[in-house]
T-cell receptor, first 115, second 114 residues
Framework: AQSVAQPEDQVNVAEGNPLTVKCTYS??????LFWYVQYPNRGLQFLLK??????LVKGSYGFEAEFNKSQTSFHLKKPSALVSDSALYFC?????????????FGAGTRLAVHP | GAVVSQHPSRVICKSGTSVKIECRSL??????MFWYRQFPKQSLMLMAT?????????EQGVEKDKFLINHASLTLSTLTVTSAHPEDSSFYIC??????????FGQGTRLTVV
């Protein structure tokens, strides 16, 4: 079955330090991978995506992610965290099923950046 | 990016009544829209895939008679929660896709059934 795993429920990091939010996936074929951020009682905001090409993808608000095919991972990173980065982050993967492009999500990781 | 508008953002209804949630793609035509449900502190669970002009495709375990989906035009999909009960209280989010590489989300609807 297709799946996305985010092994950490919460990540705590001090402001100014680098952050990593982990994501692994299990999808047949070539996956399209995404990261989204969610603030309380809001929809999802797109951060970045990997479709093809360079394994290092740069996105919004200084975030980047590295696609690693051998490890089936797509970890989200940022060199210097801000308190305003505190939110809920979702990794997602798009795949074809029954003729439709489905998008499924990991369980989410809550990022807490402390001053 | 493209804009997806979801309405209402918040609704409170009495147990046994029905509630309709609208999802509109404002500046593009979406042949396919998706409906998700999110419980507190949990991920988004795909409920169904809504296709313009045809019946929706429901995920396993989702009651199609409970959650009625209509995709009457290329810019509008609706989710109706019929005979709502307190356990249906949740955060519902719609998504419209341009293709496999792009997905845009509505702002979500907080449904509370009392």
């Amino acid at each position: 079955a297709q799946s996305v795993a985010q092994p950490e429920d919460q990540v705590n990091v001090a402001e100014g330090n680098p952050l990593t939010v982990k994501c692994t996936y299990s999808v047949s074929g070539n996956p399209y991978l995404f990261w989204y951020v969610q603030y309380p009682n809001r929809g999802l905001q797109f951060l970045l995506k990997y479709i093809t090409g360079d394994n290092l993808v740069k996105g919004s608000y200084g975030f980047e992610a590295e696609f690693n095919k051998s490890q089936t991972s797509f970890h989200l990173k940022k060199p210097s965290a801000l308190v305003s980065d505190s939110a809920l982050y979702f990794c997602a993967v798009s795949y074809l099923s029954g003729g439709y492009n489905k998008l499924i999500f990991g369980a989410g990781t809550r990022l807490a950046v402390h001053p | 990016g493209a804009v997806v508008s979801q309405h209402p953002s918040r609704v409170i209804c009495k147990s046994g009544t029905s509630v309709k949630i609208e999802c509109r793609s404002l500046d593009f035509q979406a042949t396919t829209m998706f409906w998700y449900r999110q419980f507190p502190k949990q991920s988004l669970m795909l409920m169904a895939t809504s296709n313009e002009g045809s019946k929706a495709t429901y995920e396993q375990g989702v009651e199609k008679d409970k959650f009625l989906i209509n995709h009457a035009s290329l810019t509008l999909s609706t989710l109706t929660v019929t005979s709502a009960h307190p356990e249906d209280s949740s955060f519902y989010i719609c998504s419209a896709r341009l293709d496999r590489t792009e997905a845009f989300f509505g702002q979500g609807t907080r449904l509370t059934v009392v």
